[in-house]
């Protein structure tokens, strides 16, 4: 068997689990910024459809900052998730 086949078989399998990884990421990366714009626009709607003193107070009360908090952690645990998800396929992290 020639040095080239030999490199070529080993290196195959392991080719593909990245290109599909690569693939499964930018996918799936690309529906969960849909999924999470969608989600900040509901819950803008929602806010502006309070009363002017109710969203006065929410806002002073810090409100927006809350929910910033709370979307940004929403939006690290899916990209944690991606990432441990990206690392099962290569390979890398079996368990």
Not at 16 to 42: C, D, H, P, Y
Not at 52 to 73: H, K, P, R, S
């Amino acid at each position: 068997m020639k040095l080239g086949t030999w490199l070529l078989a080993m290196l195959q399998p392991m080719i593909g689990r990245i290109l599909a990884a690569i693939g499964f990421s930018v996918i799936t990366i690309t529906g969960f910024e849909l999924v999470i714009s969608t989600l900040k626009n509901a819950v803008k709607d929602g806010i502006n459809t309070l009363p002017a003193d109710t969203l006065n107070l929410f806002l002073y009360a810090g409100g927006g900052q809350g929910l910033g908090m709370i979307l940004g952690a929403i939006t690290t645990k899916l990209l944690l998730w991606q990432v441990q998800r990206a690392t099962q396929i290569l390979g890398r992290n079996p368990g």
